[in-house]
Structures are given as C-alpha cells and as structure tokens.
C-alpha cells in the first residue's frame, strides 16, 4: 500500500450540520469567551461568544469539564454551535484604545465565569460555514452595533496581578497561570485578547495561533525541566476518546517526540488506491526551529499531556505518538480534542518493556487487533526510529576506547 502524507487543509471537510435559525438581533445573555479572527491580519473580527441564555454559560467553552463528564461529540457540537459571534473589525495592535467593544471583549477573556451582557447586533444573525482543525467550533455571526456587560465579572486575583503587571512578559505570565491550575483554554483566551506581555508588546491574537503558543509556551517549559530527570524504561501508553486514540510508544533514550496522525476514515474513503493518508512531524533533543506544518496545532496539543506525564513520572523519554482518527469523529471540535484525548492515555496504567523489540511487536499486533492496521507503515517512516538506530550511545564509544587499547 502507497503512504501519502496530506496537510490538516487537505483534510475532506464533513457534510453541513443543521443549526437552529432562530437566533435573535437582541438579547440578554452571557458569554463564556471571546473570538478573535485571523483573516484580514493585522485587521480582523473580534468578537464574544454567546449562546443566547442568562445563567451560568462557562461550560460552553471548558474541555477540561467536557472530558472529565465523557461527554459526547454530538452535545459538544450542539453546545457550540448555539453559539452566536457578536462580532466588528478590529486592528490587532489598538488594544488602547478604551471604552469600546475591546474592553468587553477583554473583559470576557480575563473572567473565570461567562459574563452577563446585552448585545444589539446590526442584522439576525447568520451561519457562515467554516470547517476549522484548530479551533472549538461556534454558530451564527453577527455585526455588533452596541455590546455592554451588565455586571461585574468574576475575575480571580492572580489572574489580575499577572495582567496588571505589564513589565511581565507574556511566557512567564502564561507559564504561571497554568503552573496554579488554569486550563489551557482560559490561557488561551487572556492571550488572544492581549491581557498579558509588555505593555508596548500586547496585542490581539488570533484565537487560532494563540491555542498553539500557549500548548508550545507550556511545552517548552517542561521540556527544560524533564531534561533533568533520569532516563526511563520502555513503555507503552493507549487511550482517547471522541474518535481520537493515541498509542504512545516510550523509549529509554533522551528527549525527542513524534508524532503521527493517521486518518482511518473521511468522507472520501482513504483506503483507496491514493493509499493510506497521514501527517507527520517531529522534533529532536535540540527541539524544532519552524511551527509543525504538517499535524499543526495537533502535534503541540499532544505533546503537552506526554511532556506532563514525564514529569509526573520524573522520569526523561523519547517518545513516538500515533494518533488514529476513527469514523466516531465525524464533527471537527478543534485540537483541545489532541490534548484531552492523548492525556486519557496517560491515564491509563502503561504496559513496561525489557527492550526495543517487544514494545514494537506488542505495539504493531495491538494496533492490528484494534483497528486492522499495520503501522509497520508508520514506523518505516519514523524519523526517531532512525535516529535511534544511527545514533551512537556514550556506552559505546566507551568500548570502542577499551578495545582500542588493548
């Protein structure tokens, strides 16, 4: 069988969903996150997020929440797209200018809970289909003639020290949250309304890019601590959910990752004679220079919970990720499903190896038996194989000096 490698753009979009069309110009509701755009870049839509209801509306954009209740992909996606982008055009580096639809949007993205508002937009509301990989999908647009919040967001003290302090860089701010238990999702959202960073550096991210640079800013900061850690053993991790698993194949070595997701199932069938579709990327102990073309967003969401569980473990890897998309995931949710998904499998208990040969055996029958695939397919392509195998270790420059002398 032929192996293709396709891009996340190439990716088959699913069949048109049917959204509610009685959404209302006007209305009292509450909003549990912003939206910036990036088309148009510098100048973009930013937006809040409503689904048309007074209450509580927070676990409309949590998936930690959705991945600790098991919920399904059809209710996440009736969730999300009920809910309205109440949005105007934005420059990305006006973040000063005050009293206007910005402060709402700023104030959305810095509250622990959704926010109360009331929102007048210029027309109904109305759906334009856009199919994303990155982001948690949402429902109808609208242009926004007046948005106000009608009361105080619940904003958490740490998170107001850390956008207040504008001589503390984005990174670090970040960083910190997350080490005090913010969710990535709420991370991402500080930063795409430009609450941290240098007071001449903030600006408006793209909701899009800043999903990936808070997966990545956290990633590199593990990163650096599990370089210390002793190596590991082999081991194998296999979990997920919502149409998403992922085998994580542990090696005793230094850090290195790969990644590969591999599409079992689209619309278009890829078991055809085009061959097996897949994307791939990869990263040495040096780290990588240039963003993830291929698995994008996918490869630093993933990463993440592996990097996590190291450190849990106190113990330094190598690690092979495959990802396998089965036909359950038939509604793309955005790449916080890499993140929760890969993190169940380290939550499952690993299976430990004496050596190299056994985990790859056990892995290649498992996948076999689980999905009728031969991931040798895989494995001939991995670029950490080969640099394992070409690789020269201490230990061996250390018999080649012995039998040297003698």
């Known amino acids: 069988m032929n192996i293709h490698r396709v891009k996340f753009k190439d990716i088959e979009q699913v069949p048109y969903m049917q959204v509610r069309q009685n959404f209302k110009k006007d209305f009292f509701g509450t909003s549990p996150a912003p939206f910036i755009g990036r088309y148009g870049y510098p100048n ?5 997020l409503s689904p048309q209801l007074e209450g509580d509306t927070s676990h409309y954009d949590s998936p930690r929440l959705w991945s600790q209740k098991a919920l399904p992909i059809g209710t996440i996606a009736s969730m999300r797209y009920g809910l309205v982008n109440s949005r105007t055009s934005w420059n990305v580096k006006d973040t000063r200018t005050r009293g206007k639809f910005l402060d709402v949007c700023q104030e959305v993205g810095m509250s ?48 107001e020290r850390v956008v207040s302090d504008t001589d503390l860089k984005a990174a670090p ?19 795409s309304v430009g609450n941290v960073g240098l007071e001449e550096n903030r600006k408006l991210v793209p909701t899009r890019w800043s999903i990936t640079a808070v997966d990545d800013t956290v990633g590199k900061q593990l990163i650096t601590e599990i370089k210390d850690f002793p190596i590991g053993e082999y081991q194998c991790f296999f979990g997920g959910g919502w149409g998403n698993y992922y085998l994580l194949l542990c090696f005793p070595e230094g850090w290195s990752y790969e990644l590969f ?16 579709k897949y994307s791939t990327d990869y990263e040495s102990y040096e780290g ?30 190598s690690c092979l990720a495959l990802r396998f998309i089965t036909p359950e995931y038939n509604v793309p949710l955005g790449v916080w499903v890499c993140r929760e998904a890969t993190r169940k499998s380290t939550q499952e208990k690993p299976l430990t190896f004496g050596s190299q040969e056994l985990l790859l055996k ?21 670029k950490l194989l080969k640099e ?7 230990g061996q420059f250390g018999s080649y000096v012995l039998e040297t002398r003698e």
């Open 112 to 159: 622990s809970k959704a926010v109360e508002m009331e929102v007048n937009l210029k027309d109904q509301p109305q759906l334009q289909w856009r199919l994303e990989k990155e982001i948690i999908p949402f429902g109808p647009q609208g242009e926004v003639l007046r948005a106000r919040v009608t009361s105080n967001p619940w904003v958490d003290s740490r998170v």
């Open 44 to 48: 973009v839509n930013i937006g809040v």
């Open 362 to 382: 056990y892995a290649q029958e498992f996948i076999q038996r689980k999905f009728g695939f031969d991931i040798s397919l895989l494995l001939n392509e991995s």
């Open 261 to 276: 997701e591999t599409y079992l199932a689209n619309p278009v069938n890829p078991w055809s004679k085009q061959g097996l």
């Open 388 to 394: 394992k195998k070409e690789q020269k270790k201490l």
């Open 288 to 317: 990588r220079k240039q963003y993830a073309e291929e698995t994008a967003g996918g490869y630093y969401a993933c990463r993440l919970p592996v990097l996590e569980k190291m450190k849990e473990l106190k113990r330094q890897h």
């Open 173 to 191: 701010a970040v960083i910190s949250l997350y080490q005090k238990g913010f969710e990535e999702s709420f991370l991402n959202k500080l930063m």
